[in-house]
RNA sequence: GGAGGCUUAGCUCAGCGGGAGAGCAUUCCCUUCACAGGGGAGGGGUCAAGGGUUCGAAUCCCCUAGCCUCCACCA
């Protein structure tokens, strides 16, 4: 007895223990040098946490692309990796210790902390390795990195002396954001702005020449104390004669300049401004421009500092609130508005950004953007996207680019390189330690997540050394990632990329959308709507997750978990599964793959290979396009439709059939066809497919080492009419059983004639099809009236006793005449058309032309039928 | 203020210049023969509204409406 597949689908007993065997048998080790390279680098998760859902969408389609350009012959590298992600993971480590120890990161020293860092790291690099694991994701784990390991620290180094050297990274005081929860400076990437509930807060700044009240509004109250002027427009006609003069601050009763400067819009409020160059980036421009003093009054944590007077150390809300009391009571609040305006939060903690002016190291963008936006419009160099509508959001953005600042207070991450002398002050910016360190204080700070992540495509294959890795598989060819992060992370490799490898990281950005909830909302913790993975795979398996994922979208498109979906790829793969169980148990005893011979195959069989063939193409054609939604189609309607439904029902006669060679050549084409058919799907659904080639008669030792499927040239150039008149005619017959109230199994006879009405016989093979799965009978010359109806490429006839139903007949061929009618008119309006003759394809109208001539002919023979019954 | 996306069958979505499609749901029929998480046959859509280009528009252009993102943001 031959081996068969499980009685049942068991996506558990499937997928265990088939991933480990692959990677120990090197089937995902790239590195073979005789063939062509081609590279997917992992957009490396952060540790802070396990996969998600988005995670299983982003990885499936890099794995899809890898798996398929390892089957075309490419040496395929993916390579592994994970992301140190400095704030969230120090956020979350610091969120333990508090949980486990009841203490904050701050009462622990730099070295104890990151130790604690190193152990969640390890901790989390572990559960990611075995969620890719089960996702099936076919890495390179021989050259897996991480963002702070080694060879990144010196590529981080690298980066950040040459950039400081060639004058594009300085140190500068200005105005940052400043996220006082984590107590550390954030990009403007990492703010969020949102609407709020607020207040306007109007106060009387008093004249002290004049002792006219002039009233400014504020929504910041507790930035007063640094005001250090008042602001007016140099042309205003109500205050002109104020400028050079003193406000009092009704804050702390300062003395402050009121001046004037074309920044104030007139129409505005009204049309005096306090200045606080401390607190807003506008103000401080207009600081600098005035030379104004630009004191702080509040500490790095968001309490007030001493220059708050008696609100030092006060939260910088609660001292919000009892200054305005306080001035309230003074009589210098003239009143305060409900207002909704957009606040900034820091995308990590939440909290409310402050505008915070501090000592950072920023990057400066505008030549390395000019050079990345110099590089897309060049056909060779630029960076492909698919789809090509977020090259405008990429571009728009380079324009529009301001300084990066890339400081961070913060310890899990890359050590800012510079060390300032104990005495002299002196900066020392080097790759190397100094050579006294005893003399030198190093900057505290590290660097921005991204600066590290940006140099994620060459730095994971050794660069800054010219190893053979970067050598030959740098540019990468493809990136897959989601919109979400163009600009945290493509922009910011593509100017490094630049810059330092003088090329472009990848040729082509696949972007895809997020994944929503099946309501359409963004999953999120506070929802608890996230959808875990795992259990997904625990529930429907991985093949089926993969298959919903990448066959349910299209590239940059948003999609909702659809549990149904999920459900439906499970069904697939069932068919799949049962289907290749039936060619399992009507195979030889001993038939080998090379056994196959397609010498004397049968009309079907040429039908079968025919239709393969389209599939090959398409599929073919759509995945170098990224289309996985079409390709998904494509292959589910194929395997369901054509093969299980029609190919392999109509074979079953040819297997029963007591010629030899008819079944052997059946035997043949099953084999072939359901082979090139888990090799199309090998892919999107590696598990089951493996499966079912280990158990077919196969030539490798796994589906990872066979090569994507060629056209099937013995059925080049079939005629596959007769098979598709043969199937028309059989649907149509089921039909008009089922119309005329005839059980599926009543026996009927039947002929059918082709387009020009010429009556076709049937071989024996197509009689047997015809009786099996129409329970129709071939009869060369009926008696009596005959039913006719349209088929595709003829019509057939059926003696009218045996329908037995005159009026729904009547009724069905009238709608039927009324349907080709239609058509025809369609038909001849096209091709009445000069301009349509004139312009359009030729083999557009030849195609026109055809049909036109069937609708006519089917048209003739459903007319001639209604007006015998009539 | 700027940029972009979506609007197609009850639901979720493909199609994006030449015959309106899929999955799920729904109606009717089917017990052996790979599969009842299956098989067979149906029903269901003026492709958001309007205008234009074209021989021909769900598909290209313009405009309107609704929903949704992203970027920028004046005290």
């Known amino acids: 007895m031959k081996e068969n597949l499980a009685q049942k689908y068991d996506h558990h007993s499937v997928e265990e223990g088939k991933y480990a065997e692959w990677v120990e048998k090197g089937y995902f080790t790239a590195g073979d040098l005789t063939k062509k390279p081609y590279t997917i680098v992992i957009p490396p998760p952060n540790v802070t946490g396990m996969l998600h859902i988005g995670h299983a969408w982003d990885n499936t389609l890099q794995d899809i692309i890898s798996r398929y350009k390892r089957m075309q012959g490419y040496d395929m590298l993916y390579l592994p990796g994970t992301d140190h992600a400095g704030i969230s993971t120090e956020a979350k480590v610091d969120a333990r210790l508090r949980a486990e120890q009841g203490i904050s990161r701050r009462d622990l020293t730099r070295e104890q902390f990151l130790e604690k860092a190193y152990e969640w790291k390890e901790e989390y690099a572990g559960i990611i390795h075995k969620q890719w694991e089960k996702l099936g994701n076919s890495l390179d784990y021989s050259r897996e990195r991480f963002t702070m390991d080694e060879g990144f620290v010196k590529a981080v180094r690298h980066v950040f002396v040459s950039l400081y050297n060639d004058g594009l990274i300085y140190r500068g005081k200005r105005i940052i954001n400043w996220d006082p929860e984590a107590r550390t400076a954030l990009s403007n990437l990492e703010v969020y702005y949102q609407d709020d509930p607020g207040q306007m807060f109007y106060f009387n700044y008093r004249v002290k020449e004049t002792g006219e009240d002039l009233i400014i509004a504020t929504t910041r109250p507790e930035t007063m104390f640094t005001d250090e002027c008042i602001i007016v427009h140099p042309e205003d006609e109500r205050y002109r004669h104020l400028v050079g003069r003193t406000a009092v ?131 060779e160099q630029r960076i492909v996207f698919w789809p090509e509508r977020f090259n405008k959001t990429f571009v728009q953005w380079l324009e529009n680019i301001e300084d990066w600042c890339i400081s961070r207070q913060l310890w899990w991450g890359h050590r800012i390189p510079a060390w300032y002398h104990k005495e002299t002050g002196e900066i020392y910016v080097s790759e190397q330690d100094p050579a006294d360190p005893e003399n030198w204080i190093q900057d505290e700070d590290v660097l921005d997540t991204w600066f590290s992540s940006a140099l994620w495509p060459f730095a994971t294959l050794g660069w800054p050394e010219d190893t053979e890795d970067y050598k030959r598989y740098y540019p990468n060819d493809t990136m897959v990632t989601g919109y979400d992060i163009i600009f945290f992370w493509v922009a910011r490799m593509a100017f490094d990329a630049r810059y330092f490898t003088h090329n472009r990281p990848f040729h082509h950005v696949l972007i895809h959308g997020l994944i929503r909830d099946a309501q359409g909302r963004k999953m999120s913790k506070s929802l608890g709507n996230g959808i875990d993975p795992m259990q997904v795979i625990d529930e429907y398996g991985v093949d089926a997750l993969r298959f919903f994922l990448s066959t349910n979208s299209t590239p940059g498109q948003d999609m909702r978990y659809i549990p149904e979906k999920v459900e439906a790829a499970w069904n697939f793969i069932n068919k799949l599964w049962n289907a290749s169980r039936f060619v399992l148990m009507n195979l030889d005893d001993g038939m080998k793959y090379s056994d196959i011979d397609l010498t004397d195959i049968s009309e079907v069989d040429k039908w079968i290979l025919t239709r393969l063939n389209q599939t090959i193409e398409h599929v073919t054609d759509n995945n170098e396009k990224y289309e996985f939604a079409q390709v998904g189609n494509e292959l589910y309607s194929f395997v369901w439709d054509d093969f299980c439904s029609w190919y392999v029902e109509l074979a079953k006669a040819n297997l029963g059939s007591a010629d030899e060679k008819v079944r052997k050549a059946t035997q043949s084409v099953l084999l072939l066809a359901l082979t090139d058919i888990i090799k199309l799907l090998f892919p999107f659904m590696p598990f089951v497919t493996e499966e079912i080639y280990l158990k077919l008669p196969h030539e490798k030792d796994s589906l990872n080492l066979e090569s994507w499927p060629d056209i099937i040239e013995a059925v080049h150039g079939c005629d596959i009419a007769d098979t598709e008149r043969l199937i028309s005619a059989i649907s149509k017959i089921r039909e008009l059983k089922a119309a005329a109230g005839l059980k599926p199994s009543a026996r009927i006879h039947v002929r059918l004639r082709d387009i020009d009405g ?58 039927e005449a009324e349907r080709l009618r239609k058509e025809l008119q369609r038909s001849e309006g096209i091709l009445n058309n000069k301009g349509f003759l004139a312009k359009a394809p030729a083999d557009k109208i030849a195609l026109e032309q055809k049909k036109q001539e069937d609708y006519r002919k089917q048209l003739e023979a459903v007319e001639a039928r209604l007006a015998e019954l009539a």
């Open 249 to 379: 601050n009704p804050a702390n009763h300062e003395e402050i300049p009121i001046l004037a400067d074309e920044y104030v819009d007139r129409e505005f409020g009204t049309g005096a401004m306090k200045c606080t160059p401390a607190h807003d980036p506008n103000d401080f421009i207009i600081g600098e421009r005035h030379g104004l003093p630009m004191r702080s009054c509040m500490n790095d944590n968001g309490t007030m500092n001493e220059n708050a007077g008696v609100y030092a150390g006060m939260d910088r809300f609660a001292c919000r609130d009892r200054l305005v009391e306080t001035i309230r009571a003074e009589g210098n609040l003239v009143r305060i508005e409900n207002i909704v305006h957009s606040v900034g939060h820091s995308e990590r903690t939440h909290c409310v950004v402050e505008p915070y002016l501090s000592e950072q190291w920023f990057v400066r963008m505008k030549p390395l953007a000019e050079d990345v936006l110099a590089h897309q419009e060049d056909p």
């Open 758 to 815: 010429n009556i076709k016989p049937l071989s024996t093979d197509q009689a047997a099809m015809l009786e099996r799965m129409a329970r129709a009978e071939w009869q060369a010359d009926p008696e009596g009236d005959l039913t006719v109806a349209s088929i595709n490429g003829g019509t057939i006839q059926i003696p009218s006793h045996e329908l037995q139903n005159k009026e729904e007949e009547t009724a069905k061929l009238m709608k």
